[in-house]
């Protein structure tokens, strides 16, 4: 169980609750039982005539605020939580909270169909979660621009192994890594790159999405391929990549599209997204799964344009999608008309006058796949831990030598990570590829 935030909602209450005396808020979750994580979708502040009582060191809701908020996430299906911010230096459930929980327990669970309410404490940039009523301690998470978990993590692996990168992350950034679950979309030549460095760094929680099985051209840039491999599963020969340099990892493969309801389950519970597909449809369904789930992605792409064997341009990008950062719609990655191409029939292609795709095979070169997802990890690491690694878009030509960090911000009338996205939302809305059509 775990509760989690988007970056820019979390933004908002550190704002909202800021002052010299105890603020609050009311918030409503949506539960994902797959991840048992409840995304927190909508924050409604206490105003001064929704407080009772309000100091330095406590704060009393008023019952008209309390019915208020119950009744919302009651007709919304949504849990509640309770949020209030304590005095600088005091990140503790005091005992005022203890006394003032126990007298709303009854009432929350009568009005919360959901049957989970939550009381939380914010507190110089920290926040403590538990139950209404009980004792335990929640994991929270805040995902943006960089991630930060706020839970117990894995002891860091015994032995010299990551002595030389603890040196660059330090023991913390470490053990971050390595209580990651990280999800692969796509093992050919930029995923195997991705499932390799991942595994050296130290992740030992993977989930692998193919639908494919190696060809022979495909060994000129899928990493652990040997001519024998040709014909077995991408995901089977990226798994026995991992498992030879992590032993110990778990990997799980799910062999479908992932547009597949399998391969979305599969995603909900992962902590990050490797987008390492060239098709638009499923780029488009993984960057409103992001915003969706709040599960960040990095999405990798590259191109070489070649004409009669003279090689024009030799480019690549590498972005992170999350809250806070545009998705790959407000970034004009994605084209319309190839996702209408790639969601039509072999018979509806070939009917269709303006269809010019025909599946011809792109170049491809192991060395600029490479440099990409090595740009894609290193962004990885800036998101998760204490490595002062900013970019979150950058873009390459080869030819030039050039690397350009890029920016923008999400459209705040895009229906994916706009104002009136789909932020949070979870599986209380449908990914649908119709609707991919209609973007």
């Given at each position: 169980?775990?509760?989690v935030f988007s970056d820019p909602l979390y933004q908002h209450l550190e704002r909202m609750l800021a002052g010299n005396e105890e603020r609050g808020a009311a918030l409503l979750l949506q539960h994902d039982p797959i991840s048992d994580r409840f995304l927190v979708q909508e924050a409604v502040i206490a105003e001064e005539e929704d407080r009772l009582h309000a100091t330095a060191t406590e704060i009393t809701f008023a019952p008209q605020f309390l019915v208020r908020v119950t009744r919302l996430a009651q007709s919304s299906g949504r849990s509640l939580a309770l949020i209030h911010s304590h005095p600088s230096g005091f990140l503790e459930f005091s005992g005022t909270d203890d006394r003032?929980?126990?007298?709303?327990?009854?009432?929350?669970?009568?009005r919360n169909p959901t049957g989970f309410s939550f009381s939380l404490v914010l507190c110089d940039g920290r926040i403590l979660a538990r139950r209404v009523g009980g004792d335990e301690r929640l994991p929270?998470?805040?995902?943006?621009?960089?991630?930060?978990?706020?839970?117990?993590?894995?002891?860091?692996?015994?032995?010299?192994?990551?002595?030389?990168?603890?040196?660059?992350?330090?023991s913390a950034g470490q053990k971050i890594v390595s209580s990651l679950t990280v999800a692969l979309v796509g093992l050919g030549g930029t995923g195997s790159v991705a499932a390799q460095q991942l595994a050296h760094l130290g992740v030992r929680n993977f989930v692998l999405i193919d639908p494919d099985v190696l060809e022979e051209t495909n060994l000129n840039r899928v990493v652990g391929t040997v001519p024998y491999s040709v014909g077995h599963a991408k995901i089977d020969s990226a798994?026995?990549?991992?498992?030879?340099?992590?032993?110990?990892?778990?990997?799980?493969?799910?062999?479908?599209?992932?547009t597949a309801k399998e391969a979305i389950d599969a995603l909900r519970a992962v902590d990050c997204v490797f987008m390492c597909t060239d098709s638009h449809v499923s780029r488009a369904l993984l960057s409103e799964f992001s915003y969706q789930y709040l599960v960040p992605a990095f999405d990798v792409g590259v191109s070489i344009n070649a004409r009669e064997g003279k090689v024009e341009a030799v480019t690549g990008r590498t972005q992170m999608v999350c809250p806070g950062l545009p998705c790959l719609w407000c970034s004009q990655v994605l084209s319309p008309h190839r996702i209408r191409e790639e969601l039509m029939t072999e018979q509806q292609r070939a009917a269709d006058p303006y269809f010019n795709e025909g599946g011809e095979?792109?170049?491809a070169v192991i060395s600029i796949n490479s440099t990409m997802v090595s740009m894609a990890v290193t962004m990885f690491l800036g998101a998760f831990t204490a490595i002062p690694v900013e970019a979150?878009?950058?873009?390459?030509?080869?030819?030039?030598?050039?690397?350009?960090?890029?920016?923008?911000?999400?459209?705040?009338?895009?229906g994916v990570c706009g104002k009136d996205g789909v932020?949070?939302?979870?599986?209380?809305?449908?990914?649908?590829?119709?609707?991919?059509?209609?973007r």
């Open positions: 169980m775990e509760i003032t929980e126990a007298g709303l327990v009854d009432f929350l669970r009568d929270v998470r805040i995902v943006g621009p960089r991630v930060t978990l706020m839970r117990e993590r894995a002891e860091t692996p015994d032995g010299e192994q990551y002595d030389r990168q603890i040196r660059a992350f330090g798994a026995a990549l991992i498992t030879s340099i992590q032993p110990e990892a778990s990997v799980r493969c799910v062999q479908r599209s992932v095979r792109q170049p979150r878009w950058q873009s390459y030509d080869a030819l030039s030598g050039k690397v350009r960090p890029l920016s923008a911000k999400p459209d705040p009338a895009c932020l949070g939302y979870g599986p209380s809305k449908d990914l649908s590829l119709a609707d991919l059509e209609c």
